[in-house]
């Protein structure tokens, strides 16, 4: 049997220096919560009842901004310090046994790739503990390491604490660890606060390893932009950059087309469809699904909607908490507001407003519309400036329009009111009643022609 790996997130700090009320683990970038970033690399070692969030600043908050995750908390009740912080997960059955990884819930750029790395080379060296190191030509607040003549870790100095001899060190700690659970343990129970600081500190775990003849070894990485942690909102401007163009990049590797990607914002939760293209400076929010061979257009933002595919998105639309059946085309300039459901091969154009609005199969709306709580059928005409009042200052009610009817351009349906079967509106018509199947409804001024009326005018001077 394999030994089971678990991971323990710190994301109690509050991240001071972020200049905020809001705990730093749930500031965004790439369109999720720093610590869903963290939450995501975990996943890709242990399941998420193995991962557990150490919690402590806005603890309730961080909680129900990740809950969905599916993963367990530690509450660690005051920040003393990084030991203190993986001591909140004595006890939890989840971490009492096999390999622990330690990691922070500022540091989103991690990828699952790394952290396997991390795991493959502890295994590989044998020992107690293993820690991700990079070296930085500022090491300035991080941690320095100590090797000894065969590169094991045998001291990790705090920039606090660094000697002006020490200062000079490239060799940082990145703060990302594997443990054997057996030594973590009571290396934990065995940590002292620090002299100065008063604060339980994680590194000095190798230190207390080394006392009983156990050994820390060091994973080094290449690039140290992965494992840096966010401190300030200047740097997570860049992560956010970072995390977007890695999230570019992965749908052009599965197949999406995307024109200028350097402008196009996808968030983390969106999944997109083979053959897709995607124009510039689009924007792609929260849990949005596009299908295969979608056409999204420039600048069309759209959040949590739902793209079957061939569905169409023209230039500049805006869709919220919306969906496109296979083969609807909306826009240019559309608005999707919540509930609205453009079905198969509907057509929504210009200018058009739908809310918790069905346009059914083949249906047409092409033109300066509001469709407000409406039903409507297949293959149904919607003439340019068509209307649906559907609120009457009070509460809002609903239209009904059937299968195959024709409603004339700049008409009025003033609802609750049904639009029968195969029935026509005359233009202009302001409609309060119902309308029969394969009816004609009309409702507007009669139109007089006064002959000669202009001519006369004229001549008059
Ligand atoms: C830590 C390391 C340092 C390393 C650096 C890398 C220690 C003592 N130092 O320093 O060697 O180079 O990370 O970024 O570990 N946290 C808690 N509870 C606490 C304290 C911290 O949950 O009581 C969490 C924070 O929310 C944060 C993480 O632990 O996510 C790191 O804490 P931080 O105070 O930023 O440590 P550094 O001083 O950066
Ligand atoms: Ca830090």
């Not at 008409?411 to 199947?437: H, N, Q, R």
């Amino acid at each position: 049997m394999s030994i089971p790996v678990s991971a323990i997130i710190l994301a109690a700090g509050l991240g001071t220096r972020m200049r905020s009320k809001m705990a730093k683990v749930l500031h965004r970038a790439g369109g999720a919560h720093l610590l869903e970033h963290v939450i995501g690399a975990a996943r890709g070692v242990a399941p998420p009842d193995r991962i557990t969030a150490v919690i402590g600043h806005q603890a309730d908050r961080v909680r129900a901004a990740v809950e969905n995750h599916g993963i367990q908390f530690a509450v660690q009740r005051e920040q003393l310090g990084t030991g203190d912080a993986v001591s909140a997960c004595r006890g939890l059955p989840q971490h009492a046994e096999g390999r622990v990884i330690v990691l922070y819930g500022d540091c989103p750029l991690l990828r699952p790739e790394t952290i396997q790395g991390l795991l493959e080379h502890h295994i590989e060296e044998g020992c107690a503990a293993t820690l991700i190191t990079t070296h930085l030509d500022d090491p300035t607040g991080y941690g320095r390491i100590y090797r000894d003549g065969a590169g094991r870790v045998v001291r990790i100095v705090e920039e606090k604490a660094c000697l002006p001899e020490e200062k000079p060190l490239k060799e940082i700690n990145s703060g990302i660890y594997c443990f054997e659970a057996e030594a973590l343990w009571p290396a934990l129970a065995a940590l002292r606060p620090n002299p100065a600081s008063g604060e339980y500190y994680l590194t000095d775990i190798p230190e207390i390893l080394a006392k009983t003849g156990l050994k820390t070894a060091a994973y080094t990485v290449d690039d140290p932009h992965e494992i840096l942690g966010i401190n300030t909102r200047v740097e997570l401007a860049e992560v956010d950059r970072v995390l977007r163009a890695r999230r570019t990049r992965e749908l052009m590797l599965s197949g999406v087309t995307i024109e200028q990607p350097e402008t196009v914002r996808i968030d983390a939760g969106v999944e997109v469809g083979m053959d897709t293209v995607i124009g510039p400076f689009v924007q792609l929010r929260g849990h949005t699904r596009v299908g295969e061979g979608c056409s999204i257009g420039a600048c069309a933002i759209i959040e949590n909607c739902g793209l079957e595919d061939g569905a169409t998105v023209e230039a500049f639309c805006v869709m919220v908490d919306s969906r496109l059946a296979a083969g609807a085309s909306v826009g240019p300039f559309a608005r999707l507001r919540p509930g609205a459901f453009v079905d198969e091969q509907a057509q929504v154009g210009n200018f058009v407003e739908l809310k918790k609005t069905h346009l059914g199969p083949g249906s047409k709306a092409m033109h300066l519309s509001y469709l407000g709580d409406s039903t409507i059928g297949r293959n149904v005409n919607i003439g340019a400036g068509t209307i649906t009042c559907n609120y009457d200052g009070k509460g809002k009610h609903p239209t009904t329009i059937r299968d195959r009817a024709f409603v004339g351009s700049n008409s009025t349906l003033v609802a609750p009111v049904e639009i029968g079967e195969g029935s026509y509106i005359g233009a202009g018509s302001v409609i309060t009643k119902p309308v029969p199947a394969d009816a004609l409804g009309i409702g507007r001024g009669q139109q007089f022609v006064k002959e000669d009326w202009a001519k006369h005018r004229r001549e008059k001077g």
